[in-house]
């Protein structure tokens, strides 16, 4: 069986994975599982509460994204998977995964300079879903972005790091070609 080529989408928050992620997902026809799309549905369905029960179905949230991976390897069909996974955590959860489905990952790391992170960050926290409490850990947000917490993955494969710093110079064509080639 020939590995599965699939996207991963990766990087701090406020990276614009999401943005990058939704398109190339729409535009290769491909399905995406999205960390705040699942986590949002949580929030939609057991309600939205303080900071420690965001972190709770935070939690939940990863093991159901490998669940929904498991089930697209083991379809032998390619996906676009967006997250910010930790790499203390994600690295072994991929490398077990493509044990059982072999996998050939191209991953996408979007980052900016933190000052430009925290920025959109706290820009952005009064339009997310209520459930991320987003206004209430600014502090948080930026010590772990000064901690350097989110960085690539090594799950094999191909990485892009695309500075997105200014979205108008990202070269979003080009980066759905590059994901294009992957999958085909």
């Given at each position: 069986?020939?590995?599965?080529?699939?996207i991963l989408v990766t990087g701090p928050p406020a990276s614009g994975k999401t943005t990058l992620a939704e398109r190339i997902a729409r535009e290769l026809r491909?399905?995406?599982i999205a960390k705040d799309v699942i986590k949002e549905t949580l929030f939609d369905s057991f309600g939205t509460r303080d900071r420690e029960w965001s972190?709770?179905?935070?939690?939940?949230?990863?093991?159901?994204?490998?669940?929904?991976l498991e089930v697209q390897l083991a379809a032998g069909r390619s996906v676009?998977?967006?997250a910010t996974f930790g790499p203390e955590m994600a690295n072994g959860e991929f490398e077990r995964l493509k044990a059982r489905y072999p996998f050939r990952a191209l991953q996408i790391y979007c980052s900016a300079p933190n000052e430009v992170l925290y920025e959109r960050y706290?820009?952005?926290?009064?339009?997310r879903h209520p459930g991320h409490v987003d206004s209430q850990i600014l502090d948080e947000i930026k010590a772990q972005l000064?901690?350097?917490?989110?960085?690539?993955?090594?799950?094999?494969?191909?990485?892009?790091e695309v500075d997105t710093s200014n979205f108008s110079?990202?070269?979003?064509?080009?980066?759905?070609?590059?994901a294009s080639n992957h999958v085909s």
């Amino acid at each position: 069986m020939s590995p599965t080529p699939i996207i991963l989408v990766t990087g701090p928050p406020a990276s614009g994975k999401t943005t990058l992620a939704e398109r190339i997902a729409r535009e290769l026809r491909l399905p995406l599982i999205a960390k705040d799309v699942i986590k949002e549905t949580l929030f939609d369905s057991f309600g939205t509460r303080d900071r420690e029960w965001s972190k709770w179905l935070g939690r939940a949230t990863y093991p159901l994204i490998f669940r929904f991976l498991e089930v697209q390897l083991a379809a032998g069909r390619s996906v676009v998977v967006d997250a910010t996974f930790g790499p203390e955590m994600a690295n072994g959860e991929f490398e077990r995964l493509k044990a059982r489905y072999p996998f050939r990952a191209l991953q996408i790391y979007c980052s900016a300079p933190n000052e430009v992170l925290y920025e959109r960050y706290a820009d952005r926290a009064a339009e997310r879903h209520p459930g991320h409490v987003d206004s209430q850990i600014l502090d948080e947000i930026k010590a772990q972005l000064e901690e350097n917490r989110w960085q690539p993955l090594d799950v094999g494969g191909e990485t892009i790091e695309v500075d997105t710093s200014n979205f108008s110079s990202v070269d979003f064509e080009g980066l759905v070609s590059a994901a294009s080639n992957h999958v085909s």
